[in-house]
């Protein structure tokens, strides 16, 4: 009996000794589960952030596939009246009469003129469209990008409006980045 009392006393130390080790390693337990819940809440932050930002590039993303149709629009209506300007020319061609040199040179400083006219034009509205990109000026720029296509500058048109719009999500997104950061610290 004694033998059997001194093997319970010495299972009885056993289990307390681990109790003990066990309940000196809470305080441990306690602080990662306290970190934890705040990491958990952290990525619910994070989660919502990211799921913003995933809503503003979609919409950016439908808007620039809105724009780029309405270019491939404006392209295709350019070229058509292109083709007509060329049935015109014909036309005119046809019907102008054996002494129609003089016709012809004057339709030909009248088109010169146009052209200039034209170039200056182009530059005018690649100058404001500069300005109202370096401004990020976004109704501006929606404006002048307007009058690319009838100018003919429908890829350059497209392409300076794909750059702002870059332009625009990277500066969005370094901000809600910031925002991010600012609201971890």
Do not use: W
Request: with cysteine; net charge neutral.
């Amino acid at each position: 009996m004694t033998c059997l009392h001194h093997k319970f006393i010495a299972c009885q130390r056993a289990l307390d000794f681990e109790l003990d080790t066990i309940l000196s390693q809470r305080p441990d337990l306690d602080k990662q589960l306290s970190n934890l819940h705040k990491s958990r809440k952290l990525l619910e932050i994070v989660k919502a952030d990211s799921d913003h930002m995933l809503s503003n590039v979609r919409s950016t993303y439908n808007l620039a596939d809105q724009v780029s149709g309405k270019f491939r629009q404006l392209d295709l209506a350019q070229s058509c009246v292109n083709d007509t300007l060329l049935c015109i020319d014909a036309i005119v061609e046809r019907d102008l009469p054996p002494d129609h040199a003089k016709y012809r040179d004057s339709g030909l400083d009248q088109r010169e003129l146009l052209l200039a006219s034209k170039k200056q034009l182009q530059g005018i509205v690649r100058k404001r469209l500069s300005i109202a990109v370096d401004q990020l000026d976004h109704p501006v720029i929606l404006r002048v990008i307007r009058l690319y296509s009838p100018l003919g500058l429908e890829e350059e048109g497209l392409q300076v409006y794909i750059s702002y719009l870059k332009k625009v999500i990277l500066m969005r997104s370094r901000l809600e980045f910031k925002q991010l950061v600012e609201s971890m610290e």
